[in-house]
T-cell receptor, first 116, second 115 residues
């Protein structure tokens, strides 16, 4: 169990550029979640995958955001035409499926996005 | 919708002091409740959990009891250490519907422990 891995750890970009983050979940986990955390706040849910299917998207996820999990393993989160308000820590978590309440989620160290 | 409210922070304590961080929630039905901890520069780690009323979660000397009547899940530790300095998040997972296990977090409480 190598844990959830996120890359890059830190991304600095100019406003208007596109960025892509990657998340590698724990290998046997079929659920994968993306959260966004701004300074001084708790993480907020963005989207969720079970295997390769994206089953839920938060209203926080504007049309500029897209997430994929093409083979049910790693996932990517892309932000197009970045804005100042996109500056945040983007967290990925994974878990096993099962149970009405879900299984404990394991988090990566996050990707910190800074928009200049 | 679901929501979690944590006590205002930050909290500053001396080593070996008693810790309480208050957490209350709003949710339909019987959510599962969690405390996560975030050390500087790291991701969130699950500290403890409780899945039904009156359950007590415990880990590393921390405890929290699921109180349905007061919709609370306060975190306590009898004697804190400098190494406990971190940000603590209370969170819940709703039951059924389209929850799919997604977490709803409180705003976090910064704990600083001085020697």
């Amino acid at each position: 169990d190598t844990g959830v891995s996120q890359n890059p750890r830190h991304k600095i970009t100019k406003r208007g550029q596109n960025v892509t983050f990657r998340c590698d979940p724990i290998s046997e986990h079929n659920r994968l979640y993306w959260y966004r955390q701004t300074l001084g706040q708790g993480p907020e849910f963005l989207t969720y995958f079970q295997n390769e299917a994206q089953l839920e998207k938060s209203r926080l996820l504007s049309d500029r955001f897209s997430a994929e999990r093409p083979k049910g393993s790693f996932s990517t989160l892309e932000i197009q035409r970045t804005e100042q308000g996109d500056s945040a820590m983007y967290l990925c978590a994974s878990s096993l499926a099962g149970g009405a309440r879900g299984q404990p989620q394991h988090f990566g160290d996050g990707t910190r996005l800074s928009i200049l | 919708g679901n929501s979690v409210t944590q006590m205002e922070g930050p909290v500053t304590l001396s080593e070996e002091a008693f810790l309480t961080i208050n957490c209350t929630y709003t949710a339909t039905g019987y959510p599962s409740l969690f405390w996560y901890v975030q050390y500087p520069g790291e991701g969130l780690q699950l500290l403890l959990k409780a899945t039904k009323a009156d359950d007590k979660g415990s880990n590393k000397g921390f405890e929290a009891t699921y109180r349905k009547e007061t919709t609370s899940f306060h975190l306590e530790k009898g004697s804190v250490q400098v190494s406990d300095s971190a940000v603590y998040f209370c969170a819940l997972v709703g039951v059924g519907g389209t929850s799919y296990g997604k977490l709803t977090f409180g705003q976090g409480t910064i704990l600083t422990v001085h020697p």
